[in-house]
Every structure is written in structure tokens, then in C-alpha cells.
């Protein structure tokens, strides 16, 4: 409602993680040490696409489509790596296609609203056994590739006080979504070659707030806070239609709250600078630290830049570095590397310590259709 043009943005960021997980100490399912990497650092890279698109049907009311991923995961270990019994492969990607609108109330207050349809994908893998100590599950492996789908929605509210405020809460509904999918199996225990299986969680609903202040001529100031319910997800659970017992992993994961301060500086017509800080709390509870979810605390610095060319397009370039709190893991699972539960004999173990950081580089462009008005 904000926008004085109709307008279209394309933005991507490149992920690049730094995790180790050093001093591991590991055993298999007949309790036998096992020897890898040590210290072991999986991979992890993710390239996340967004876009969106604001039509500006009329003074007061506008259109909009975003397409984005508001939750993900990639973390791969490899088949030497101290971790291998315990996860190979997570990763989890999603896509959020929203329609939206925006109308502007009155000169001070404005409302808008979407949908949210969800796309989810997963490919969960395991190295079951190993050559040494493994049994009959030496070098066997569990591939669980599944795809399912939900619906949200969103409402938000904004309010500008002033000529150099502006704030904005907004609420984002939670996700069930309904997985199903295939297990291929290579020579694991109450596996049948190609099976299927099914899951369904729950992901969480969030509260967003945020605020800008024009306190310079020159000078724009931001702020954020944002408060997710993590703990409607506490385990992630796998059916399948076999006789291997349910694949599970407890997370019980606690409320999180995120903050963030930042400042814009244009310093002519074509550039502004920008740069930040930020808090983010993580999810896991301590007790259920896994290998296939190595996550801390984080602490964001950002810094970036945009240049207009003409008057209605720009590139925004950002680069930001994360900091996390080191950790220790404790996990005992099964042969599949999910199912905790001390009913099942041949559990597996994992101790150590996790170093992580994270790199993330954006790429923006924005053009505004104003000769289209």
C-alpha cells in the first residue's frame, strides 16, 4: 500500500555453511568403535530463489504475488564421515506461492492479507551399516524421498504515526503438511527394496513486528522482532508400510525469539549503503541435539549496498556472516538413524562437538513500472 508504482523484485541468496563436528566418538549397533573423519564437516549449501510482484490497482489498493522458502535444511556427511550411522542425508525445501493485497485505510493506517500454498520436498538418508561390526546390515543404506503440501495465510496491519515512521506487525499461520513418499533400501534389515512411507508435523505460526525511522535526512533506521511458535514441532515421525519399525526423531523444539537493528545511508541519488546486527535464537532443545540438525544460537552481521541506474531500476548486493554458540551432541538411534527408542537392539551412538558458521550472499533486483501509471 506503500508503493507509489507498480513493482517487481528478484532476489536469490547463496548459503554457504561451515560446520565441524570435531572430538566425535562413535560406535555401531554391536558396539563396536567406528573410525572416519574426525573431525567431520558435512556439506550444506543452499541457493534460495525469491520474487515478487505488486500491482497497483489504485491509490489505495494494491495486488501482489510472492513466491519464497520460508524453511529449509541441507546437511551432508559423508559415507567416512564420524556422523554416517546416524544421518547422510537432510534435506528439506519448501516453497510458498502467495497471493496478497494491500489497501490503504487512511493516510496513517493500512491493512493487507494472503495466502500461503506450501510445497514441501524431503530426501532423508542413512548409512545403516558398516563393513566392520555392521552384521548383516553391513554397507547397507535408507532413502526416504517425499513430497507433500499446506495451506496457511497471513494478516498484517501498518501503521505510520508520522512522516518519518512507520510500523508494522504481522501474523504468518502455521503449516501441517502431509508427506508421502519412497524408501529405497540397499541390503537393510526389514527394508523390502522400494517401500513407501508417510509423515506428517507440524511447522510453526509466527509474529513479526518491525519499524522504520527516518532520523536524518540521509539516514533511515530499522528495527525487528519476530517470535515463532517452534513448539508445535516436536517430532517427525515415518510410517512405513514394512515391517521396520517407525522412523522418529524427537525434537521438542522451544519457542524462539529473533531481533535485528539495522541503518540504511544514501549517500547520493545512486548509492546506499547498508548494514546490521542481529540475534537469532535456535529452536533445539539441548536434550535432542541430533546429527542431522547441528543447530546453536546465532549472531548476524550484515553489510550491504544498492545502486539505482536511471530512476526505476536497482541491484541490492549483501553479504552477512552468522556466528553460532559451540555445542556438544549426545544422540543414540537406530539402524535407519532416526528411531531413538530403547525397545530397538541395535542402536547406534554419537558423541562430540559441533563449531559452526555460516556465509550469506544476496543478489536484489528491483524495477518499477512507472511508465506503466
Same mark, same amino acid.
Given at each position: 500500500s506503500e508503493l507509489r508504482y507498480s513493482q517487481l523484485v528478484l532476489g536469490a541468496a547463496y548459503f554457504k555453511p561451515k560446520i565441524k563436528l570435531f572430538n566425535a566418538v562413535a560406535t555401531?549397533?554391536? @558396539?563396536?568403535?567406528?573410525?572416519g573423519n574426525n573431525p567431520t564437516e558435512p556439506k550444506g549449501r543452499m541457493f534460495i530463489p525469491n520474487g515478487h510482484v505488486a500491482w497497483r490497482v489504485s491509490r489505495d489498493f494494491s495486488l501482489g504475488f510472492s513466491v519464497v522458502e520460508p524453511f529449509g535444511v541441507n546437511t551432508v556427511y559423508g559415507n567416512q564421515d564420524m556422523a554416517r550411522l546416524m544421518a547422510t542425508r537432510t534435506r528439506i525445501r519448501t516453497l510458498d506461492f502467495s497471493p496478497t493485497f494491500g489497501y490503504k485505510v487512511s493516510k496513517s493506517f493500512s491493512i493487507g492479507a494472503g495466502l500461503d500454498f506450501l510445497r514441501i520436498s524431503t530426501n532423508i538418508a542413512s548409512v545403516v551399516g558398516t563393513t566392520g561390526g555392521g552384521g548383516s546390515e553391513g554397507g547397507?543404506?535408507?532413502?526416504?524421498?517425499?513430497?507433500?503440501?499446506?495451506i496457511g495465510y497471513h494478516v @498484517?496491519?501498518?501503521f505510520r504515526p508520522n512522516i518519518c515512521t512507520k510500523m508494522g506487525l504481522v501474523y504468518f499461520s502455521g503449516f501441517s503438511p502431509s508427506i508421502s513418499g519412497t524408501t529405497v533400501s540397499n541390503g537393510a534389515i526389514n527394508f523390502s527394496t522400494t517401500s513407501r512411507f508417510s509423515s506428517k508435523f507440524k511447522l510453526p505460526d509466527r509474529i513479526n513486528y518491525s519499524s522504520t525511522y527516518s532520523f536524518a535526512r540521509n539516514w533511515l533506521a530499522m528495527s525487528e522482532v519476530e517470535w515463532t511458535h517452534w513448539s508445535r514441532l516436536k517430532r517427525v515421525l515415518m510410517d512405513y508400510n514394512s515391517s521396520a519399525l517407525p522412523g522418529y526423531?524427537?525434537?521438542?523444539?522451544k519457542n524462539t525469539w529473533r531481533a535485528a537493528l539495522g541503518a540504511d545511508y544514501k549517500l547520493s541519488r545512486t548509492w546506499t549503503f547498508k548494514g546490521g546486527l542481529g540475534y537469532d535464537q535456535s529452536p533445539v532443545n539441548k536434550s535432542y541435539r541430533s546429527a542431522r540438525l547441528?543447530?546453536?544460537d546465532r549472531y548476524l552481521v550484515g553489510v550491504g549496498a544498492k545502486y539505482t541506474f536511471y530512476k526505476y531500476f536497482s541491484i541490492n548486493v549483501a553479504y552477512s556472516h552468522i556466528f553460532c554458540e559451540n555445542f556438544n551432541i549426545n544422540q543414540t538411534a537406530a539402524s535407519d538413524g532416526l528411531n531413538p527408542s530403547a525397545a530397538v537392539t541395535d542402536r547406534r551412538t554419537l558423541r562430540g562437538k559441533f563449531k559452526n558458521s555460516y556465509n550469506i550472499f544476496g543478489l536484489q533486483l528491483n524495477y518499477d513500472f512507472a511508465k506503466l501509471q
Open positions: 555401531d549397533r554391536a @558396539g563396536n568403535p567406528l573410525t547397507s543404506y535408507v532413502i526416504n524421498k517425499g513430497t507433500g503440501r499446506a @498484517g496491519i501498518l526423531q524427537n525434537l521438542y523444539y547441528p543447530d546453536s
